[in-house]
């Protein structure tokens, strides 16, 4: 389903063009693709958040609707201040239903893994997942079942299941997520232990280089 968005045009550009337009709730943004010049455009802050605020996250499919003319549009290059939560900059692509495109989306872990219920945890190799399909068929996120993962097993790429109408582009062999032993914490006894004998070993290099300096300079003061 399509977020309608209505954007406005915007003659200026530079620094101080875009400081107003977040100053007075815009955000600034650039509509491109399919052989049109780049338009510059504005959109609502508060519309813009709740577009991207649905199940499909930032793949939303937008009705970008310009001077009346609606353009099929998905958001590329999302710039946010995370400091503040506020929207710096967006570029919409414009696509067609019948074409389609490369997006990366989301990995969803799903199940519970035997492997961390004996202590594991899971190990994350891969966030995103590069796919091809249709704009109107890009799924939320390819899910990664973790059900049957001892520790020492992994999941690849290969293992994953693509959605109908979905083209799986990531390497195959690459991993996607491990069940893996937890790396031990070092006792404070047994730290405190390693770091004395360092320090022994190191006063003892320290005593037989001063020992060696002094014959040395003892033989050549003989000399």
Same mark, same amino acid.
């Given at each position: 389903m399509? #977020?309608?968005? @209505? ?9 101080? @063009? ?8 815009r955000? /600034?943004? =650039?509509l ?6 780049? &338009? ?9 958040? %709740?577009?991207? %605020? ?5 793949? *939303? ?17 999302? #710039?946010?201040? %995370? ?6 900059? *967006? ?7 019948? !074409? ?9 872990? *799903?199940?519970?893994? /035997? ?5 594991? *945890?899971?190990?994350?190799? &891969? ?11 890009? /799924?939320?996120?390819?899910? =990664?079942?973790? $059900?049957? &993962?001892e ?8 293992? &994953?299941?693509?959605?109908?109408g =979905?083209?799986?582009?990531t390497?195959?062999? +690459?991993s =996607? ?5 937890? #790396?031990?914490?070092?006792?404070? +006894?047994? !730290?405190?232990?390693? !770091? ?7 006063? +003892?290099?320290? +005593? ?12 050549? $003061?003989?000399?």
């Amino acid at each position: 389903m399509e #977020q309608k968005l @209505v954007a406005e045009k915007r003659e200026d550009s530079g620094t101080g @063009v875009a400081r107003k337009l977040r100053a007075a709730g815009r955000v /600034p943004a =650039v509509l491109y693709g399919h052989g049109m010049d780049p &338009l510059a455009l504005s959109v609502d802050s508060k519309e813009l958040f %709740h577009v991207f %605020h649905t199940g499909a996250g930032a793949n *939303v499919l937008v009705d970008l609707v310009v001077d009346g003319s609606e353009h099929l549009a998905m958001p590329r290059e999302v #710039q946010r201040d %995370h400091i503040k939560g506020r929207f710096i900059h *967006v570029d919409f692509l414009v696509v067609r239903r019948d !074409e389609k495109i490369e997006i990366d989306v989301p990995v969803r872990v *799903v199940g519970e893994s /035997p492997g961390v219920k004996a202590g594991g *945890v899971l190990e994350h190799h &891969l966030w995103d997942i590069r796919v091809e399909c249709l704009p109107t068929n890009v /799924p939320e996120a390819i899910e =990664v079942d973790v $059900s049957a &993962l001892e520790i020492g097993d992994s999941l690849r790429v290969a293992d &994953l299941a693509a959605p109908n109408g =979905v083209t799986i582009l990531t390497n195959p062999d +690459e991993s =996607v997520i491990a069940a893996v032993q937890p #790396q031990m914490a070092i006792e404070p +006894e047994e !730290e405190e232990a390693a !770091e004395g004998e360092e320090g022994e070993a190191a006063e +003892e290099e320290g +005593e037989g280089a001063t020992g060696e300096e002094a014959e040395n300079a003892a033989e050549q $003061s003989e000399g």
